[in-house]
């Protein structure tokens, strides 16, 4: 089982009143950000998993986040629930399930070619390079990227030409999706298709 759910109005979010259903914990962690806007995204995803965690599972109190080796979340008392979080100038994300799961969503912008060479493989670039929007097609193989490595913890990690390879061969699918309204694209990785 697993469910997604995306904020794509965060300038609606009212943010003392969002602060005010965040864990202590989440509230210092935001409090870190400068810019008004990334403590809006981020109290947004936090929101979104809240109400996972309501709708699935009825779990009502404001989850505490305890970490993995390199720094993955995981919810404090409830080892058998996954969740992954995200945000971007035009949405936040979180995707709440009963096994391992990731999720990236990232806004539409350009790429330099020394970040295209860095991050994808031979076939991902020809890829990239021949699409009719090349700036589309990076972000969707990068939110594809960044879901794999959020599902296994790992962070960003120098391999990144191989990982969506490496994934595949796990037998990890992606489901991705953009949206049109506002210029983002979102995937989310999971070792179902449902």
Not at 42 to 48: F, I, P, R, S, V
Not at 98 to 108: A, H, M, N, Q
Not at 111 to 120: D, G, I, K, Q, V
Request: one cysteine or more; aromatic letters at 10%; glycine letters at 6%.
């Amino acid at each position: 089982m697993k469910k997604v759910y995306v904020n794509a109005r965060l300038e609606d979010l009212d943010l003392e009143r969002a602060f005010s259903q965040l864990s202590e914990q989440r509230r210092q962690y935001l409090l870190r950000f400068r810019q008004e806007r990334s403590r809006r995204a981020g109290a947004a995803a936090y929101l979104l998993l809240r109400q996972g965690l309501h709708e699935l599972f009825g779990i009502d109190e404001a989850p505490e986040f305890a970490f993995g080796e390199h720094g993955k979340p995981y919810l404090t008392g409830h080892p058998d629930i996954y969740f992954s979080l995200s945000h971007c100038r035009e949405a936040a994300a979180c995707i709440v399930a009963t096994e391992p799961v990731g999720i990236d969503v990232e806004s539409l912008r350009s790429f330099s070619p020394a970040l295209l060479e860095r991050t994808m493989n031979e076939a991902e670039t020809a890829t990239i390079l021949a699409a009719s929007e090349p700036r589309r097609a990076f972000i969707r193989l990068w939110t594809q990227k960044e879901a794999y490595l959020k599902l296994t913890g790992t962070g960003l990690v120098d391999e990144l030409p191989t990982v969506l390879a490496t994934a595949a061969a796990a037998g990890y699918v992606f489901q991705t999706t953009e949206c049109c309204e506002k210029p983002f694209i979102m995937s989310v990785c999971s070792s179902s298709g449902d």
